[in-house]
Structures are given as C-alpha cells and as structure tokens.
C-alpha cells in the first residue's frame, strides 16, 4: 500500500515507513523525525 507522510509530503510503501496512532487513524512517516514533528502538532496535520 502506498502512502503520504503528511509532515514532509513524501509518498512511501507502509512497510518502510514509521507509523503512529492519533484519534484512532493510523499515520506512517518517512522517518522518525517526521513522527515526532507530527506529535507535537498532530492537529496541523490530521486529515
Ligand atoms: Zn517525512
């Protein structure tokens, strides 16, 4: 499955990418970087 890391907007297969919980939808990230840019802010980026 393919997709969007919403912080850095890369496109990704969700096997490699990092992934986190918020309200109960599952996010994926390119790097743990982006996941705890993400956390801190994870309202900017919801969909
Ligand atoms: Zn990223």
């Known amino acids: 499955m393919r997709?969007?890391?919403p912080v850095?907007?890369?496109e990704?297969?969700?096997?490699l990418a990092v992934k986190?919980?918020?309200e109960?939808?599952?996010?994926?990230f390119c790097?743990?970087?982006c996941?705890?840019?993400?956390?801190k802010n994870?309202?900017?980026y919801r969909k």
């Open 31 to 33: 790097c743990d970087g």
């Open 8 to 10: 850095c907007g890369i």
């Open 3 to 5: 997709v969007l890391d």
């Open 20 to 22: 986190a919980e918020y």
């Open 42 to 44: 994870p309202k900017k």
């Open 24 to 28: 109960g939808k599952v996010y994926y």
């Open 12 to 15: 990704m297969d969700d096997d």
């Open 35 to 39: 996941r705890k840019i993400f956390l």
